[in-house]
Nanobody, 122 residues
Framework: QVQLVESGGGLVQAGGSLRLSCAASGRTFNSNAIGWFRQAPGKERQFVAAIRWSDGSTYYADSLKGRFTISRDNAKNTVYLQMNSLKPEDTAVYYC???????????????WGQGTQVTVSS
């Protein structure tokens, strides 16, 4: 089992920034990648970004490139999502997931955190 705990969400004005954290524990060797997804009310879970633990390779949803940056700290088993120039449409619950390989499909991820709410006001 891999346990994931997200933190760092909150309320921010449009144009502001937030940094989310995803702390992994347990059998972390069961995963090679961490992905961030988001889900707004009434919508499907949407891929945001993913990173490989081993070499730091990163992958982004095309629409979010340039505003969002994913990074990792292997010593802390933590992955970060830096979100800049936030827009009201970024409002969602943000989840991190652990998988054996990076991917944009939520079904590829075996473990999930409980999510953290991000609300961007206009």
């Amino acid at each position: 089992q891999v346990q994931l705990v997200e933190s760092g969400g909150g309320l921010v004005q449009a144009g502001g920034s937030l940094r989310l954290s995803c702390a992994a524990s347990g059998r972390t060797f069961n995963s090679n990648a961490i992905g961030w997804f988001r889900q707004a009310p009434g919508k499907e879970r949407q891929f945001v970004a993913a990173i490989r633990w081993s070499d730091g390779s990163t992958y982004y949803a095309d629409s979010l490139k340039g505003r969002f940056t994913i990074s990792r700290d292997n010593a802390k088993n933590t992955v970060y999502l830096q979100m800049n120039s936030l827009k009201p449409e970024d409002t969602a619950v943000y989840y991190c997931g652990a998988a054996m390989t990076t991917g944009w499909r939520a079904t590829s991820y075996d473990y999930w955190g409980q999510g953290t709410q991000v609300t961007v006001s206009s």
